[in-house]
């Protein structure tokens, strides 16, 4: 299993931005989840490589841009217009899926350790 290192989170004012990357190469789908304390770990973005098709959950259409560079092998998750609602641990995720099944399952076996974000009223 190949050791996937998340980096970028932080803390920000709601309405700021963050980055966050994901150091994995060597699958052909790719998402981010999060979890706020007390909820459950929810999808958030996916990312068919194959295709560079993309999915994103209803909450942050709009606000995030989940992209994928070959070159650094580095997977990304763009979060603009943060909100306080934002705030979780954020989780990359690897698989080999294909297709619709890949955008749309949220199953992914292959995990980060995680980085906190927090975003503040």
């Known amino acids: 299993q190949v050791e996937m290192v998340e980096s970028g989170g932080g803390s920000v004012q709601a309405g700021g931005s963050l980055r966050l990357s994901c150091a994995v190469s060597?699958?052909?789908?790719m998402g981010w989840f999060r979890q706020a304390p007390g909820k459950e770990r929810e999808g958030v973005a996916a990312?068919?490589?194959?295709?560079?098709?993309?999915y994103y959950a209803d909450s942050v259409k709009g606000r995030f841009t989940i992209s994928q560079d070959n070159a650094k092998n580095t997977l990304y998750l763009q979060m603009n217009s943060l909100k306080p609602e934002d705030t979780a641990m954020y989780y990359c995720?690897?698989?080999?899926?294909?297709?619709?099944?890949?955008?749309?399952?949220?199953?992914?076996?292959?995990w980060g350790q995680g980085t906190q974000v927090t975003v503040s009223s």
């Open positions: 990312i068919y490589i194959g295709a560079g098709s993309t």
């Open positions: 995720a690897a698989d080999r899926h294909h297709g619709n099944y890949c955008l749309q399952s949220w199953d992914f076996a292959y």
């Open positions: 060597g699958y052909t789908c």
